[in-house]
Structures are given as C-alpha cells and as structure tokens.
C-alpha cells in the first residue's frame, strides 16, 4: 500500500505560495510520523537499558534458584520462578483443549447464526474483562466457595478464563491463514470434515499457532493482578519450596515484584525487585524470539513451505 | 470392511462436533457466571449492608473499617488517569498507525513490529516499577512535586495502551481500498491531506475500535497504576497530588477486608462498576462497527 505514487501537486495548479505552504505541511507530518514511530522504539530500548543496567547486579545463579528470605538481605526467587512456569503449564493444559476447540468451531463448522454471534460476543466480553475483576471472580469462587483457599489450581484457573479469548482469536487467525484450496482437495478425496480439520487444516496452521501460542504464554507468565487473591503472594513451605501440590499456595515471579514492594521487611526488597523485573523482561524477550523461530520451524517441517 | 470404516468416520464426526461445540459454549457459560457472580456479590453492600448505591457512587468518604464506602476518588481517579492516557496514546497510536500503514519502507516496519510486540508482552507490574524508579523522580524533579500522582499513572497508561491502539489502527487504515488513496493523489492531495482527509475519516470506525479497546485497557489496568499513584484514598486535588484508582484500591484493600463484611462487599461493588464499565465498552464497540456496514 505504501507503494501508490502519491502524486505532488502539479506545479502552477494552484498560487504557488499555497502550493508551498502545502509541501511544507506535508514535510512536517511526515517527519513528526516518523518521530512518533521511532520515539515508542527509542523508548523500549531505554526501557530495556535501564532494566538491564539496574538488575544485572542482583542477577546470581543464587538469585535465581535460591529462597527467599522474610527478613534477612541475600533472599532468592527459585520458587516464585518455578511456580511462575508451573502455573503457565496448568494454565496451558486447561487453554489449548478448550480455546482450539472452539477456534476450530468457529472458523471451520459454525455457518453464520445466533450461535457462532453468542459465542464471539462471549468471547469479545471475556477479553475484556480486567485482570483484577478475573481475579476477584477467582477468588469467589475458588477460595470462598470452595474453600481451596489460595492455590496454584485456582490461579491457573483464573488465568484460563483471562486468556481463552486471545487463545481463539490466535487459532482462527492461524486457520484462515490455511488455503481453502486444501479443505477441497481433502474432502474431494472423500475425507470428512473432522479428517480433514486433523489431518490437512491443523498441521498446515501449526507454525502460525505456534507462534501465537508462544506469544499468549508470554503474556500468562507476566500476569499478576488475577493471582495476586487466587494464587497468592507467599511461597509454599512444605518439603520443598519447589511444590507441585496444584493445591498448595504458589506466588508467581510477577507478583513476587509486587509483594516485595507492598510488605517485605528484607533490607535488600529493592534489589530483588529490580532483579525479578530483569527475569520478567528477558523471559519476555525470549517468548518473543521463541514464538518466531519455532513458529517457523514447524512450519518449514510440516509444509515444506518456506525453507 | 469400508462400511464399518465409513460408520467409525461417521461416528468421529459427530463426537468432534459435539467437544467443539461444547468448547465453544465454555467461553458464553464463562461469561456468564462471571456476571452473575459479580452481580450478586457486589450488589451485597447494597442489599445486605444498606449502603446506599448513591453513597457509593457521589460519596467522597473511603473508610472500609469505619464503614464509610464513598468510591467517588476512586471513580474520578480512573477516568481521569484513563482520561490522559487516551488523549496522549490515542492521537499518538493512530500516528504510528498511520506511519506503519502509509509511510513505512519495509524494512523500518520489520525493525519495528517486533519492538511493538515485546511492549505488548511486558507485564503491567513491571511497567509499574520501571514507572515508579524512573518516572516518579523524574516528575518529582521537574514540577518539585512528590511525583506519585494522576500525571504518573497517565503517562505510564498512555505508553501501555499504544500498542493496543497502534496495531488496530493500522489494521483499520489497511482495509481501506487503494482507490481511495489513487483518487486523492490524482486530484493533487499531498500525502498528508490523502491521510489526513481521506484515510482518516474512511477508517473512522475502525479507528474508533481501536481508541475504546485503549479505553478498556486503560481503565482495568491495575498494578501499573497502583505503584505509581500514592494510593492516597481521597478525591484528587490535582494530577500531582498523590491519588488512588478502582483497580489499585482494590488490591490496597483485599487483604485487609474480611470475608463476608462490608469492606469486602464495597471491593467486590468496584470490581462489578469496572465489569459493567468494560461490557459498556464492548458494546459501544458493536455499535461502531454496525455504522459501517
């Protein structure tokens, strides 16, 4: 689209004072644009910069696996980083069936109807529910109502329902990447519908899904205000601080950043803010170049496109 | 042999249809409780603490322990913070919209996109510290101010809601048709008037999208918010006095607030008015696309 010749003016079309005044208009939009753009660049970069510059010190292989204290300097993050991939998992495990599912419902079964509209409407109002409104829904339910009290299970839950709208969006976006030149030449060779969703519509979408699946996990990872009153803001202390017990209290990386802010009494609270944010945002980084690369892997693999 | 093979194709077909359709219904059922619970939860300080809707609503007073519950602070706190980031982000995300979907060489646009993605994927709380660490002093400098406030949270919203409004905008100013641009050109529009009077008001719905869906991002936006406001739980005297917000207030509280009280009801009343804010929002977004078709 940026390839139309704009045309300039032709010259003597009009007075050629306004015709002037016009080109300079033009100029200056043109180069605020462009400062626009490259100033919200500039700015990541600084953000990343400053992050880097303020956190590196605190960055220790002890940092990263050790426990955390509750009053003493030198705490680590071990846990709260294990709970922050182990609360991705379960939230993942309870995602994916459920968000394809219906992507594929929507985009290759569902005809136009009161249906499908419920379903999108449905899902347009769940993406836009704010995170800590979720979790004010987690926490009636899974911790008033049913008692679990603050738990890996009923944070994953939460974050289920927050991020199952993306998870849609990402696989019908993926699915109508897929020619329908495919879904014909499937059914035409006698397959029905669900074998050719399996075995032609799927695997030909898989690197786009992919990526976006990387790219939804990223964001599940740095989610904070659903699991502050579902999951918690401690640590669990049983036999280790490495619990797999969906049923046991489980603060994330993310949330550690708030607590220690809000209510630590170690001396060093800063440091490991500035610490954990660092963690946060390479993970954040490494989601995104994650997301691309495998993304296009699969693709390559399972289509021969693109090699 | 192929007759039973076609009866087990037959019968997969009709189990998958149902999980989808069973998946798809998950996302309405979802929804759905959300509204009940809210509603009934946060419609308890109403009905069983005998505050008064228009207490809540107008009153200035915040007491959770002394059972004063005027969220008017709070209310004002949010619109006024998503007030300033829509006028800053907005304008600037349609800008940038309009740099990635008019002006924009191919390789600036493939440097670029994936620096936008990575401001999507950076978690709100660390938004909120870096804004606490390095915007707070810097405000606290320039206007001698305690620098925690409104003006903090705005501009730490306008720069989380932009790539929101950047993407959508671009996407909207795409679908416009190139003979719309051709027909500009050829009646001697430079390029800024082609955008500016042309593109612009063609895309105006989609633009539209773009601005509401900042306005939800914005206003259900909470530890960005929290760390840099000064959680101070009166009406705001102005965008440098320290302030608090629905979001942020909620999670100053909860853990104070116990089960079954007052207190608690109020929290879950904000949480209802945010809901019933952002189910607005997706309403207003139906009716702008309706006016374009």
């Known amino acids: ?307 | 042999m192929v007759g039973v093979r076609a009866n087990k194709a037959h019968r997969d077909e009709r189990i998958a249809l149902g999980v989808l359709a069973t998946s798809s219904a998950i996302f309405v059922i979802a929804i759905v409780l959300i509204l009940g619970f809210l509603l009934v939860n946060g419609t308890a300080l109403f009905y069983a603490d005998h505050v008064s809707p228009f207490a809540f609503l107008f009153g200035t007073n915040w007491d959770g322990f002394g059972g004063q519950f005027g969220a008017a602070p709070f209310i004002v706190g949010s619109l006024v913070a998503t007030g300033f980031a829509i006028l800053v982000g907005g304008p600037l995300g349609v800008a940038i919209g309009l740099f990635f979907s008019e002006l924009a060489p191919k390789p600036v646009a493939n440097a670029f996109k994936p620096a936008i993605e990575v401001l999507v994927g950076i978690p709100s709380i660390v938004y909120g510290w870096i804004g606490l660490t390095l915007l707070v002093p810097l405000i606290a400098k320039v206007f001698h101010a305690e620098g925690d406030g409104l003006l903090a949270a705005g501009i730490v919203l306008s720069i989380m809601i932009l790539p929101t409004v950047i993407s959508l905008s671009e996407d909207a100013l795409k679908v416009v048709p190139n003979a719309l641009r051709e027909g500009s050109a050829a009646l001697g529009a430079t390029r800024w008037e082609t955008m500016s009077r042309v593109l612009v008001p063609a895309a105006s719905s989609g633009l539209a999208v773009a601005i509401i869906l900042g306005i939800a991002r914005a206003i259900g936006e909470t530890l960005a918010v929290q760390l840099v406001l000064g959680n101070a739980a009166v009406m705001p005297r102005s965008l440098l006095a320290p302030a608090s917000a629905l979001t942020s207030e909620i999670v100053m509280d909860m853990g104070d607030a116990p089960e079954g009280s007052a207190f608690r009801h109020a929290l879950f009343t904000m949480a209802l008015l945010l809901l019933l804010i952002a189910m607005g929002l997706i309403v207003l977004i139906r009716l702008a696309l309706r006016r374009r078709t």
């Open chain 1, 1 to 307: 689209m940026a390839s139309v010749v704009m045309a300039r003016p032709a010259p003597g079309a009009l007075s050629s004072d306004r015709a002037r005044s016009r080109r300079i208009v033009d100029r200056i939009a043109t180069i605020a644009l462009w400062s626009a753009a490259t100033t919200v660049v500039a700015l990541l970069l600084l953000f990343i910069a400053y992050l880097f510059v303020q956190g590196y010190s605190s960055i220790s292989w002890h940092f990263l696996t050790g426990y955390p204290k509750s009053a003493e300097a030198g705490g680590g993050v071990g846990p709260q980083i294990f709970n922050s991939f182990y609360i991705l998992i379960l939230t993942l495990i309870f995602t994916l069936p459920i968000a394809v599912s219906a992507g594929v419902f929507l985009q290759e079964y569902a005809g136009p109807g009161r249906f499908r509209d419920l379903v999108q409407f449905s899902a347009e109002s769940l993406a836009t529910v704010p995170s800590i409104v979720m979790g004010l829904f987690g926490l009636i339910v899974f911790v008033q109502l049913f008692h679990w009290h603050f738990t890996a299970l009923g944070g994953a839950l939460t974050l289920t329902l927050l991020n199952l709208p993306a998870m849609m969006r990402v696989t019908q976006e993926s699915l109508a990447g897929v020619p329908s030149t495919y879904r014909e030449a499937s059914m035409g060779l006698g397959a029905t519908k669900w074998q050719t969703v399996l075995r032609a519509i799927l695997p030909s979408a898989i690197g786009p899904l992919t990526t976006g699946v990387v790219l939804v996990s990223g964001r599940i990872f740095g989610e904070t205000a659903a699991l502050i009153f579902t999951a918690g803001s401690s640590v669990s202390y049983g036999a280790s601080a490495y619990d797999f017990n969906p049923f046991h209290t489980a603060e994330t990386l993310a949330v550690h950043l708030y607590s220690t802010q809000r209510e630590a009494l170690v001396p060093d609270a800063t440091q490991i803010a500035n610490g954990s944010a660092l963690v946060l945002l390479v993970m954040v980084l490494v989601f995104n170049v994650v997301a691309r690369v495998v993304g296009r892997q699969l693709t390559v693999r399972l289509t021969g496109k693109a090699s």
